[in-house]
């Protein structure tokens, strides 16, 4: 019971902060304030901030309990601006409630409901494999040792060097920095807590596509969040996007699939139909999308060509050269990675862990 109730609190907690983080967003680029589309701005952008200020303490050798009372003043300090700058934005939102509700019609009980089948789903399934070893052993080595990523999640004993092709992807330190702050055990945290917000946040990306794609079109975008439930619910084969989300979703290589790569599509979506030029928005979303990329898997090597995939033809087929400078941009974060871990594979640098 104690752990399911720590549960439910870091479930809030951690949706509050995505909040918070997105309103923050959503007010400095001042664009049109959504729930939804602050609730997954928000996400990115902690991941992003997370990797930025994870990986070099990681590498440095800093405490996990140090670093999870920095990270406490950072969500905290976010809160505050936000309830500071962001209220008149919440306040809106709770003003166009019944506005919101009247546009979506029956069809937003029949979507909540598939959203909280899925979240079920994801919370109770047990999957025990070797990649579920690795991703819940290096939050348990980290949090039982207080240190970042340093003991192999294998073994249990402290590593020579670091191990690149996971350690610089600092999304299990997430889950160990909630563990301490909370006291929640780590498979709780890692199985049920960041797989059903993952899954939230999963299937609000795929509204916002659908949004965005039927040109504002609510009862369309939420017909399209069930069509892809439908979809993924039976697409099984070991690699489908379906699989990693419905079996998967606590590994951070089924957020490269599931969220930044659609989160690739959106932003194509977006400057395709756009025609008042307003592309700042959509630019900024790419490039958290990029960093956060990062956190959750080493395989965000290829997400430069992810960002190609969805630029490129846009860019040519509206001959915007324009786009070239916000391209290269968002193609930055992926090249400095591969630098990095090329560089240790080939010898040429190395990162001691002990």
């Not at 409901?113 to 109770?124: E, G, H, M, R, Y």
């Not at 990062?294 to 395989?299: K, N, Q």
């Not at 400095?336 to 862990?353: N, T």
Request: proline fraction near 3%.
């Amino acid at each position: 019971m104690q752990e399911l109730i720590l549960a439910i609190v870091g479930l809030i907690l951690e949706l509050l902060v995505f909040f918070c983080a997105g309103s923050l967003l959503t007010r400095i680029l001042k664009m049109k304030a959504e729930v939804t589309m602050e609730l997954v701005l928000g996400y990115l952008l902690y991941f992003a901030v997370f990797e930025i200020l994870a990986v070099p303490m990681t590498l440095k050798w800093v405490k996990l309990s140090t670093f999870t009372y920095l990270w406490m003043v950072i969500m905290a300090a976010c809160v505050l601006a936000a309830c500071l700058f962001a209220h008149k934005l919440w306040k809106g939102q709770l003003n166009r409630i019944g506005e919101i509700l009247r546009k979506h019609s029956l069809l937003l009980l029949l979507t909540a409901a598939a959203v909280i089948l899925q979240c079920f789903l994801v919370a109770a399934y047990q999957d025990v494999t070797a990649d579920a070893t690795h991703y819940i052993g290096e939050v348990s080595t980290s949090v039982y040792t207080d240190t970042l990523a340093r003991y192999s999640p294998l073994t249990g004993v402290i590593q020579r060097n670091f191990n690149l092709r996971y350690d610089l992807s600092a999304y299990p330190m997430n889950n160990a920095v909630w563990c301490v702050l909370l006291g929640i055990h780590p498979i709780v945290q890692s199985k049920v807590v960041m797989s059903v917000i993952n899954m939230l946040m999963i299937n609000l990306l795929i509204y916002q596509i659908g949004k965005s794609f039927f040109r504002g079109d609510e009862k369309k975008a939420d017909l399209m969040v069930l069509f892809v439930c439908l979809m993924q619910l039976f697409s099984f084969s070991i690699y489908t996007t379906g699989t990693f989300a419905f079996m998967r979703v606590y590994e951070g290589k089924a957020l490269l699939a599931n969220i930044s790569i659609p989160a690739a599509l959106l932003v194509s979506i977006r400057l395709w139909l756009n025609k008042d030029g307003r592309n700042k928005e959509s630019w900024v979303l790419l490039f958290i999308a990029a960093v956060s990329a990062l956190t959750f898997s080493g395989s965000s090597l290829i997400y430069p060509a992810v960002v190609s995939t969805a630029i490129l033809p846009v860019m040519v087929l509206k001959k915007k050269l324009s786009y070239a400078l916000p391209y290269a941009l968002c193609m930055l974060p992926g090249f400095l990675y591969a630098l990095v871990y090329f560089s240790a594979k080939l010898g040429w640098i190395a990162f001691p862990a002990s």
